[in-house]
């Protein structure tokens, strides 16, 4: 690292926090120590941070499915065993995606709900459930498979706006047990009104499976927008983003001038797991003031501030010393910043 420059990349910070803690640059456990600090230092400024970062700010697009109701099914009461006949499950729509997945939801002739565990074939679906009815679903019946559930970004971390899923969209964000005690039986159509950020259990992997639920279910196909923060807060030097820094030329996702934050705040835990209170706290002082200077900037805090400005004129048009009438000095027809007399 430049000694008149600042810190920029992995190396450049782990070595600056081994320098200020006065410790060896060479010793690989006390190295990977610095470095399991900065990075701790990173995911702390993302998951801590009050203001939305926008050098973290992402976008996306997800489409709908439509309900699909071709063909017929059957099966045998207490089964999970769908059987169906010119229902071309495994065939792919104009969107590219097959006519019907684990992602999707079935309802037979009963408001009942039937969740989707394996699409075996072209007329073959495994149920999460046993079909439970008075009787089988013999051969010829009607059904309808739809879709509420749809997968988010892959580096999804969480959204930019808790109020409202997508700028399109008037759908509000509510959590997860208000929706389930709103929706207990998610099984109406229409335009979604409401959404809610699932986590789903891990498949295959150990990366974490994140979806949004919607109801009601879309009746059509939509392209529904939305923004979220990436959970990739660092960068290589060959501009793929990654979760962590890893390599000493990565580069955290956070703007040359604050990097510096990364260095004080590690500084502050080591002390800290050190039984130095007095470092740890001086050092953890200077990163909340790296940090205040973050929400002072223009692009990230300082514009963030709701101001409500009345229009004078609404309310001098109608004052009695407009109209020269006595009784309601300020009224705007009920409205909620309505002042009376």
């Known amino acids: 690292m430049s000694s008149v420059t600042e810190v920029r990349n992995f190396q450049d910070i782990y070595t600056e926090i081994l320098n200020k803690m006065r410790q060896s640059t060479t010793v ?9 600090y900065a990075n701790t230092a990173l995911h702390d400024m993302v998951f801590g941070f009050e203001y939305k970062l926008p050098w973290l700010e992402r976008t996306a697009t997800l489409i709908t499915a439509a309900p699909y109701t071709t063909g017929t099914v059957s099966i045998p009461r207490g089964s999970t065993a769908l059987t169906g006949a010119s229902t071309l499950w495994t065939t792919a729509n104009v969107y590219g995606v097959n006519n019907a997945r684990v992602t999707g939801k079935i309802v037979l002739d009963t408001p009942d709900i039937y969740g989707v565990t394996t699409v075996g074939g072209a007329t073959s679906i495994t149920l999460a459930t046993r079909y439970v009815a008075d009787a089988d679903l013999d051969a010829g019946a009607s059904y309808t498979y739809f879709e509420d559930e749809y997968a988010l970004a892959s580096d999804f971390l969480k959204p930019i706006d808790y109020r409202r899923f997508s700028p399109a969209f008037n759908m509000p964000i509510i959590g997860r047990n208000e929706f389930q005690r709103r929706f207990p039986r998610p099984n109406i159509a229409g335009i979604p009104q409401f959404a809610t950020i699932l986590d789903k259990p891990f498949s295959g992997s150990t990366t974490p499976v994140i979806m949004v639920q919607f109801y009601p279910y879309p009746s059509t196909n939509l392209i529904i927008p939305y923004s979220y923060v990436t959970k990739n807060l660092a960068v290589s030097s060959a501009g793929v ?15 040359v001038r604050y990097r510096n934050a990364l260095v004080s705040f ?10 130095d209170d007095n470092r ?21 805090g300082a514009n963030t501030t709701a101001r409500i400005t009345p229009r004078p004129g609404m309310y001098s048009a109608r004052s009695i010393y407009n109209s020269g009438k006595a009784g309601k000095r300020f009224s705007t ?8 007399t």
């Open 333 to 340: 027809n009920n409205s909620f910043d309505d002042f009376r």
């Open 28 to 36: 690989t456990a006390i190295t990977a120590q610095a470095k399991r």
């Open 241 to 255: 983003e990654a979760t962590s820094m890893s390599s000493d030329d990565d580069e955290p996702a956070l703007p």
């Open 266 to 275: 590690a500084i502050s835990k080591w002390y800290r797991d050190k039984k």
């Open 280 to 300: 740890s706290e001086a050092a953890k002082s200077d990163y909340q003031d790296e940090v205040n200077r973050i929400v002072g900037d223009q692009r990230v």
